[in-house]
């Protein structure tokens, strides 16, 4: 007998109907010069592999929105020197084709906020049972600050590391 796995949850919307407190939180989280580079921050690149190379793996990856949509839509989660060419190579190709609006729009609808949790909508009901549309500053900061680990945030909900993040989002919305 086949042991049942949870159905994941996902329901496509347009960005018209995801809270403008989501969409810029998850920019001040994710990618805070999103509108100003070409799809690749360089800068963030060279940090990460500073940091990589201090820690000897692969523990950062300076992924932008883009750089981290590319990766959901075509890449396997794996970490290596191999994959980041691949995202970076793809990451080009989704800045020439779509505009920032429509990237966003996308990675706020494939974007992981949990075990079996993807889209803006999906998590907008499962943590706070409402559209994505109706989100609070502080649930759009919430949702934001999970981001980097969102099935470990969806258990661990109430750390003090996590709080910081979701004030530091929040303050800066």
């Given amino acids: 007998m086949w042991k049942s796995e949870k159905k994941?949850?996902?329901n496509y919307v347009p960005i018209s109907e995801i809270s403008p407190h989501l969409r810029t939180a998850v920019i001040?989280?994710?990618d805070?010069?999103?509108?100003?580079?070409?799809?690749?921050?360089?800068?963030?690149?060279?940090?990460?592999?500073?940091?990589?190379?201090?820690?000897?793996?692969?523990?950062?990856?300076?992924?932008?929105?883009?750089?981290?949509?590319?990766?959901?839509?075509?890449?396997s989660p794996d970490k290596n020197l191999f994959r980041k060419l691949k995202e970076i190579l793809i990451t080009f190709k989704l800045e020439n084709?779509?505009?920032?609006?429509?990237?966003?729009?996308?990675?706020?609808n494939v974007a992981e906020w949990g075990n079996g949790i993807f889209g803006a909508e999906?998590?907008?009901?499962?943590?706070?049972?409402?559209?994505?549309?109706?989100?609070?500053?502080?649930?759009?900061?919430?949702l934001a600050a999970i981001l980097p680990r969102p099935k470990f945030y969806d258990r661990n909900r109430g750390g003090p590391y996590l709080q910081r993040r979701i004030s530091s989002i929040e303050g800066r919305l």
Wanted: a positive charge; hydrophobic letters at 40%.
């Fill in 32 to 75: 805070d010069r999103f509108e100003e580079h070409e799809g690749v921050d360089w800068k963030a690149i060279k940090k990460a592999a500073e940091i990589n190379m201090q820690r000897g793996k692969f523990s950062r990856g300076g992924s932008t929105i883009t750089m981290q949509l590319a990766k959901n839509l075509y890449l």
């Fill in 122 to 142: 999906a998590a907008a009901n499962h943590y706070f049972g409402k559209k994505a549309k109706h989100l609070s500053r502080h649930e759009a900061a919430f």
């Fill in 97 to 108: 084709t779509l505009s920032k609006e429509r990237i966003l729009e996308i990675y706020l």
């Fill in 28 to 30: 001040l989280a994710e």
């Fill in 8 to 10: 994941p949850l996902r």
